[in-house]
């Protein structure tokens, strides 16, 4: 797997190996849809605050970080890939100030973030598909007032699974990639993607 732009483009980074973790859930976000999503809000990336929640292999805020954000914080709870994320930005020599990793189950995680005052401009979720993680996120998200004015927080699905009826109201985009779905919802502005 490849950093696909900015900085560490071609750049590798290491996954585990065949791909998943204990449960057999992992699936790091494909470089397509990595570039794609990227390739959308590129000229915002630079100097934002990026959370990568349920970060796996890193892949999505290295990406970030590559891209010129400001900072990322990774969230991950399982710590054979929170030690695959430390290696992964070692490897391209990403200083210590331009990320955190965050060794912690979502809840905990956005909680915590919460009470600490964090916002971010974009937070990224990728969950294993087969959960029920998405409606969770949305609303803790909204709850602790985890992102900025205008903040986009992008949920990466199966597309064959319909849209959660309850949250079409804060869906700006939908985009597809051959069976993965990326939904951008922001809570503030109404506005489509170029």
């Known amino acids: 797997m490849k950093v696909v732009g900015g900085k560490y483009k071609g750049r590798e980074i290491k996954s585990i190996s065949k791909n998943k973790d204990k449960e057999g859930i992992l699936r ?9 999503f990227f390739d959308i809000l590129s000229d915002t990336i630079e100097d934002a605050y990026f959370l990568d929640l349920f970060a796996g292999t890193g892949a999505m805020g290295i990406e970030a970080l590559s891209r010129g954000a ?14 695959l994320i430390e290696e992964n930005l070692k490897a391209l020599n990403i200083p210590e100030d331009k990320y955190e990793i965050l060794n912690m189950d979502y ?5 915590y973030l919460s009470k600490r005052g964090d916002k971010f401009d974009f937070i990224y979720c990728d969950p294993p598909y087969d959960r029920k993680y998405y409606e ?8 602790c007032e985890l992102l900025n004015k205008y903040g986009i927080l992008t949920l990466e699905d199966r597309k064959k699974r319909p849209v959660m009826a309850d ?12 069976a993965t779905r990326l939904m951008f919802l922001n809570f503030d502005k109404k506005e489509d993607f170029e």
Not at 28 to 36: I, L
Not at 70 to 83: A, G, L
């Open 28 to 36: 790091p976000t494909m470089e397509k849809v990595r570039k794609a």
């Open 70 to 83: 400001k900072k990322v914080v990774f969230v991950e709870k399982d710590k054979k890939f929170v030690r």
């Open 107 to 111: 809840k905990d995680a956005l909680e």
């Open 136 to 143: 969770d996120v949305i609303k803790l998200v909204r709850k």
């Open 167 to 178: 949250y079409k109201k804060d869906v700006v985009e939908t985009r597809e990639y051959g």
